[in-house]
């Protein structure tokens, strides 16, 4: 007699129609439900996250802050002389810019390794698969929140007029963190899989980094008709747009639709792939790890 193997899991209502294709959406949708309802053990576990790197240090997670602070200071003093910007335009942009891509990157690095660092409790513990996604963006969202302590002191150093346009960082930010989820598991699957992938990662995240305006300014390319035509190769980094709805905002700078548009279509389309490889190959991992 025939053995059917699926990937069900304790709770699953399985339609008897898809005993015989364990691949299906509807089991890629329903990790994502239940690794949602059980946020409470993931918000857990992303607190003692923290809490255990900066155990038994005296200021604790405020380090984050501080070492933020102090790479901002120093990259805005530098670049400002340099490029000749007002460094109370330029630290700013600087900060806040660091303060985006820290959350970025480490969606992006972590992400690559969410599963292989997590290959115990993959194997022995009955839990979502996306469980450690949630887990990882939470961290990423405490370590955030943390570092606006510095955009908080910036604003009070060197006033910017804010307006209501505001409280567009908090969809933007919601959006980021959309996208670092299915980043994590479309990265996190392949790296399970393909071992070479988290270096490769690596090294492309340290490239984007310099390809992103972060410690430049995009202005500095429209001085001449050459600068120009490389701005307009500057938006093919999907980084920029990201960073952009949510710098600008906390800037109290002018807003742009383009921008938007952009991170939507990426996040349709990223979530799109994401959704195809968690309902592929969500059963293998187990045995990838």
């Known amino acids: 007699m025939a053995v059917t193997v699926t990937d069900n899991e304790p709770g699953d209502l399985v339609d008897p129609s898809e005993v015989s294709s364990p691949r299906t959406f509807r089991r890629a949708f329903a990790d994502l439900k239940r690794g949602w309802q ?3 053990l993931w918000g857990h576990l992303g607190w003692q996250d923290i809490k255990q790197r900066y155990r038994r240090s005296l200021l604790g997670p405020l380090w984050i802050s501080i070492s933020m602070g102090v790479i901002a200071l120093g990259l805005g003093i530098l ?3 340099l490029f000749g910007i007002p460094i109370e335009t330029f630290l700013p942009h600087v900060a806040v810019g660091l303060l985006i891509w820290n959350f970025v990157s480490g ?7 969410v599963f292989i660092a997590n290959e115990g409790l993959i194997k022995f513990l009955p839990a979502p698969l996306t469980l450690h996604v949630y887990r990882l963006v939470w961290r990423q969202t405490l370590f955030f929140l943390h570092n606006m302590v510095v955009w908080v002191v910036l604003m009070f150093i060197f006033p910017h007029p804010l307006d209501f346009t505001l409280l567009l960082a908090i969809p ?3 959006l980021l963190a959309i996208n670092g ?6 990265s996190g699957i392949l790296a399970t899989r393909f071992r070479d992938i988290p270096p490769i990662i690596a090294s492309m995240t340290q ?4 390809l992103t305006p972060i410690v ?4 500095i390319l429209h001085q001449n008709e050459a600068g120009r035509s490389r701005a307009r190769l500057v938006e093919l980094n999907p980084i920029f747009h990201f960073l952009e709805i949510l710098r ?3 800037l109290g700078e002018t807003v742009v639709g383009r921008y938007w548009l952009v991170a939507i279509v990426i996040t349709i389309v990223g979530w799109s792939a994401a959704l195809v490889a968690l309902r592929n190959y969500r059963a293998r991992v187990a045995y990838w790890v």
């Open 38 to 40: 059980q946020r409470a």
């Open 79 to 81: 670049y400002s002389a």
């Open 107 to 113: 969606c992006i690095l972590e992400g690559s390794e």
């Open 172 to 174: 933007a930010f919601g």
């Open 181 to 186: 989820m299915w980043i994590a598991i479309l």
């Open 207 to 210: 490239l984007l980094f310099y």
């Open 216 to 219: 430049w300014t995009i202005d």
């Open 248 to 250: 600008r905002p906390l």
